[in-house]
DNA sequence: ACCTTGACATTGG
DNA sequence: GCCAATGCCAAGG
């Protein structure tokens, strides 16, 4: 494992504004890991308690949330997304009005590996 | 080293 | 849009 790359992609979700969502593969690109959404799944599975990551706002590439439909864990993403004003109907988000659209701000925060 | 397991993504029907 | 097949890649046995 890589703890590293873990660190990296916490920092990239940190970096995911309120009201705005992001897909695994986009993190995983963002974060210099091309390839490996799957990774980006399995770090927010281990969050450190100490930090604030908002793994709430990430979501499949289509809209749909991971976790299956009528999961708790799926019921407690969706109530903190709505928190957000985000809109989650059928299990799912509509991405063209709530994806995250990284910045200037955003690619120097790339750069800086 | 081999096999299995995912909070994934893309494509084709 | 749903489903199944593929491809993918790190972790853990």
Redesign the pocket.
């Known amino acids: ?3 590293d ?2 660190h990296r992609i916490w920092k990239t979700v940190q970096s995911v504004p309120s009201g705005k969502v992001a ?4 993190i995983a690109d963002l974060a210099g890991l091309p ?8 770090a ?2 281990y ?1 450190p308690d100490n930090m604030q990551v908002p ?2 706002r ?1 979501l ?3 809209g749909k949330i ?2 299956p439909a009528g999961s708790e ?1 799926a019921v407690r ?1 969706i109530g903190l997304l709505q928190q957000e004003d985000i809109v989650v109907l ?1 299990h ?1 988000v509509k991405l063209a009005q709530f994806q995250w659209q990284p910045d200037l701000a955003e690619l120097l925060f790339k750069l800086e590996y």
Request: aromatic share 16%.
């Open positions: 494992m890589n703890s790359h873990y897909s695994y593969g986009q390839g490996r959404a799957r990774l980006v799944g399995k927010l599975g969050v793994w709430y990430i499949r590439s289509d991971a976790f864990d993403q059928n799912r």
